[in-house]
């Protein structure tokens, strides 16, 4: 499958006199022996011709990005990317987005890359084509810009980003002098849009060595110039004997526990950053009394800073607001208890138990395993008061406007909470006829009656 793409791009771009290479990440990728997910190619036929040639051989395709050069193209099913060859590009701090200029050759379209290992390429006769020693860095698991690492970062900063991106994501090491100028050109990461910071920090997040990327990048002091809120984790300790785990240290493990899930490892990452603020000292005792509302304000404003659309900023907030009540759970919760849980977390009840879940990190092994339990049980009381989760209200307003000639007002949504709540508390059965609920809104609104008339 995927050597009749090659063949067929390759005989076509021929008869024009286009050079076209398999290149970047895609060649890493097939040299690592992981499935492809991405076909780029880079060719000397500028967007133009590119198109042109693609549309006599009726190959669909579109502009992806024109104006940098790159067409899209859907051959055999697959969607393939096609590049003009490019100059080395130098990001400008006041408009934001490199400005594109197109090369000549292959080679100094290989040279502009981010690091050696995204520099190789495959030839239409299926040579490896290697000029900056990106196969050697690769089986060493390096990672390394191909030219001067501070002209680099200087060039597009976004690339000190992806360098603990791929560090994440291949578990590889981040080359001293490229390291050493990461720690000089962090501070570049503020002209960066956050759009890009924000792509590139969910694909490293979701990496299998994430916790070994976010350890150096707090080390080299990266992750200041764009999330500082996680800056004050280091050195906050929770428990008077300092040999325990500071906050920072904790939050890695907890991400290292958590499911390969955007909303979920955001969630993690964030979810004790409200502790600096309001650390509390009683007896031998640490408090951190409300970091989780806190915690969740500054989540929600930090992921506005990189942009996030507004529903994954209210889900990792919402997450972040709850991370602790499944962890408040004992026995004595009565079922009325469990299904305000179950009401409160809504459709975001079961991240809300992974997220306490991965939260339970305690070096004491007997202490895990009495929170596991509880945390057991809890799921299977609320796996046997399910049918509770998708719950409606069992009147709406209009049924209640209709019923009892009110009109519109804050009194109908009482009345409507009220029918809900006895519902959730097990007083009202959950599938009955509407009498039954009308009923009972009867006697409630005599009893608010009577009282405002006392
Ligand atoms: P993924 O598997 O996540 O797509 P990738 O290596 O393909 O990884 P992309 O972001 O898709 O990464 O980029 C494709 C290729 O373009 C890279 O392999 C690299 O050669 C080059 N590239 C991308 N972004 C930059 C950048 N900011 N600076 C230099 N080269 C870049
Ligand atoms: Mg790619």
């Given at each position: 499958?995927?050597?009749?793409?090659?063949?067929?791009?390759?005989?076509?771009?021929?008869?024009?006199?286009?050079?076209?290479?398999?290149?970047?990440?895609?060649v890493r990728?097939?040299l690592m022996?992981?499935?492809?997910?991405?076909?780029?190619?880079?060719?000397?036929?500028?967007?133009?011709?590119?198109?042109?040639?693609?549309?006599?051989?009726?190959?669909?395709?579109?502009?992806?990005?024109?104006?940098?050069?790159?067409?899209?193209?859907?051959?055999?099913?697959?969607?393939?990317?096609?590049?003009?060859?490019?100059?080395?590009?130098?990001?400008?701090?006041?408009?934001?987005?490199?400005?594109?200029?197109?090369?000549?050759?292959?080679?100094?379209?290989?040279?502009?890359r981010d690091f050696t290992i995204n520099t190789l390429?495959?030839?239409?006769?299926?040579?490896?084509?290697d000029m900056y020693n990106g196969a050697k860095d690769l089986s060493e698991k390096l990672i390394l810009t191909p030219?001067?690492?501070?002209?680099?970062?200087?060039?597009?900063?976004?690339?000190?980003?992806?360098a603990?991106?791929f560090q994440?994501?291949l578990?590889f090491k981040i080359e001293?002098t490229t390291?050493?100028?990461?720690?000089?050109?962090?501070?570049?990461?503020?002209?960066?849009?956050?759009?890009?910071?924000?792509?590139?920090?969910?694909?490293?997040?979701?990496?299998?060595?994430?916790?070994?990327?976010?350890?150096?990048?707090?080390?080299?002091?990266?992750?200041?110039?764009?999330?500082?809120?996680?800056?004050?984790?280091?050195?906050?300790?929770?428990?008077?004997?300092?040999?325990?785990?500071?906050?920072?240290?904790?939050?890695?493990?907890?991400?290292?526990?958590?499911?390969?899930?955007?909303?979920?490892?955001?969630?993690?990452?964030?979810?004790?950053?409200?502790?600096?603020?309001?650390?509390?000292?009683?007896?031998?005792?640490?408090?951190?009394?409300?970091?989780?509302?806190?915690?969740?304000?500054?989540?929600?404003?930090?992921?506005?800073?990189?942009?996030?659309?507004?529903?994954?900023?209210?889900?990792?907030?919402?997450?972040?607001?709850?991370?602790?009540?499944?962890?408040?759970?004992?026995?004595?919760?009565?079922?009325?208890?469990?299904?305000?849980?179950?009401?409160?977390?809504?459709?975001?009840?079961?991240?809300?138990?992974?997220?306490?879940?991965?939260?339970?990190?305690?070096?004491?092994?007997?202490?895990?395993?009495?929170?596991?339990?509880?945390?057991?049980?809890?799921?299977?009381?609320?796996?046997?008061?399910?049918?509770?989760?998708?719950?409606?209200?069992?009147?709406?307003?209009?049924?209640?406007?209709?019923?009892?000639?009110?009109?519109?007002?804050?009194?109908?949504?009482?009345?409507?909470?009220?029918?809900?709540?006895?519902?959730?508390?097990?007083?009202?059965?959950?599938?009955?006829?509407?009498?039954?609920?009308?009923?009972?809104?009867?006697?409630?609104?005599?009893?608010?009656?009577?009282?405002?008339?006392?």
């Amino acid at each position: 499958m995927e050597k009749s793409v090659f063949k067929k791009i390759y005989e076509i771009f021929k008869k024009e006199k286009g050079e076209i290479f398999l290149v970047g990440g895609s060649v890493r990728d097939m040299l690592m022996n992981k499935e492809l997910t991405d076909f780029d190619f880079a060719t000397s036929l500028p967007p133009q011709k590119t198109r042109e040639t693609l549309n006599k051989n009726k190959i669909k395709n579109f502009p992806v990005g024109i104006a940098f050069g790159t067409v899209g193209a859907i051959i055999d099913g697959k969607e393939v990317h096609i590049t003009t060859y490019r100059k080395k590009e130098t990001y400008r701090p006041r408009n934001r987005k490199p400005a594109v200029e197109f090369g000549e050759t292959l080679k100094e379209d290989l040279k502009r890359r981010d690091f050696t290992i995204n520099t190789l390429a495959i030839s239409p006769d299926g040579k490896i084509i290697d000029m900056y020693n990106g196969a050697k860095d690769l089986s060493e698991k390096l990672i390394l810009t191909p030219s001067n690492p501070d002209e680099s970062f200087e060039d597009d900063p976004l690339r000190i980003l992806r360098a603990f991106r791929f560090q994440s994501q291949l578990g590889f090491k981040i080359e001293n002098t490229t390291y050493k100028a990461i720690e000089k050109n962090a501070f570049r990461l503020m002209y960066i849009s956050e759009e890009r910071i924000q792509a590139e920090m969910t694909k490293l997040l979701l990496g299998d060595f994430v916790v070994k990327a976010l350890a150096e990048m707090m080390n080299a002091k990266v992750l200041n110039f764009f999330i500082p809120e996680l800056y004050p984790l280091k050195n906050l300790h929770q428990e008077s004997e300092q040999h325990h785990k500071d906050v920072w240290l904790h939050t890695l493990k907890v991400v290292e526990n958590t499911p390969k899930d955007a909303t979920l490892r955001w969630a993690t990452l964030l979810h004790d950053i409200g502790k600096p603020y309001v650390k509390a000292e009683e007896k031998d005792q640490i408090h951190f009394y409300r970091h989780e509302e806190l915690g969740a304000k500054m989540a929600y404003s930090i992921l506005s800073r990189l942009k996030f659309p507004k529903e994954l900023k209210e889900d990792i907030s919402f997450l972040i607001s709850k991370h602790m009540r499944a962890n408040l759970y004992t026995p004595e919760w009565t079922d009325s208890a469990v299904r305000r849980f179950i009401k409160e977390m809504g459709a975001r009840l079961d991240k809300v138990l992974i997220l306490s879940r991965c939260d339970i990190t305690s070096y004491r092994k007997e202490k895990v395993r009495e929170k596991i339990k509880m945390l057991d049980e809890l799921s299977e009381r609320i796996n046997s008061l399910n049918s509770i989760k998708g719950l409606k209200y069992p009147l709406s307003g209009n049924d209640i406007m209709e019923y009892f000639n009110l009109p519109p007002g804050r009194l109908i949504g009482k009345i409507k909470e009220f029918v809900m709540n006895e519902v959730i508390e097990g007083r009202l059965p959950q599938e009955t006829k509407k009498e039954i609920y009308f009923e009972a809104a009867s006697t409630f609104l005599r009893s608010i009656t009577k009282k405002s008339k006392n």
